[in-house]
């Protein structure tokens, strides 16, 4: 009994570490209006827009004074060209509406957003940060051929991983065969 206690606190600190300030629950009552910033050194901060019946909404801002790269290393090539102090923020319907939660990957390179499919895509995203252009990850295709259209799904962010920049996020529909809400939890990254 005493090893399943210690096992169980020693998950639950982990979880924590991976989540902390790298990950934010976006969606009904855990939604804080307002500005999100990047752990300690990053340029970038998240407006986060709680509009009660129209979902969680988001844009990313660079933050930082110049609009400049902060700490993030960008290599030798050294190329910071897509942002700049008259365009410093970013917003497109696919990732930025009815989210339920983002998580920031420990090398400040990157932003994953889950998002709904009341008013959103209900899949997960990765912004590339200094490229400025985003991923849809998950589902797949194959995924969502598998769900079937007629149902919505939801994508939520529950832990990141500094150490690997990779997230555990669940994957919630309902199932015609089951008449049930299944949730899948799946790790998603690099």
């Not at 804080?32 to 988001?58: E, K, M, R, W």
């Not at 923020?89 to 998002?115: G, I, N």
């Not at 832990?159 to 555990?168: E, G, I």
């Amino acid at each position: 009994m005493r090893a399943l206690v210690i096992l169980g606190a020693v998950i639950a600190n982990t979880c924590a570490a991976w989540g902390g300030e790298y990950l934010v629950e976006a969606s009904g009552e855990a939604c804080v209006h307002g500005l999100h910033a990047q752990p300690p050194g990053g340029p970038f901060s998240v407006f986060l827009f709680c509009d009660d019946g129209g979902g969680s909404n988001i844009g990313v801002i660079a933050t930082d004074p110049g609009a400049g790269p902060g700490k993030i290393d960008l290599g030798k090539l050294k190329v910071w060209d897509r942002w700049d102090v008259n365009a410093r923020f970013w917003q497109d319907p696919e990732w930025a509406t009815d989210v339920t939660s983002f998580a920031w990957t420990s090398d400040l390179k990157s932003l994953y957003v889950a998002t709904g499919e009341v008013y959103g895509t209900g899949a997960l995203y990765r912004l590339n940060l200094v490229e400025k252009s985003s991923e849809k990850l998950f589902p797949t295709a194959e995924k969502r051929k598998s769900i079937g259209d007629r149902y919505s799904t939801s994508v939520e962010i529950k832990a990141v991983d500094p150490q690997t920049n990779t997230v555990t996020v669940e994957l919630s529909y309902f199932s015609e065969a089951s008449s049930a809400t299944v949730v899948e939890t799946i790790v998603v990254g690099r």
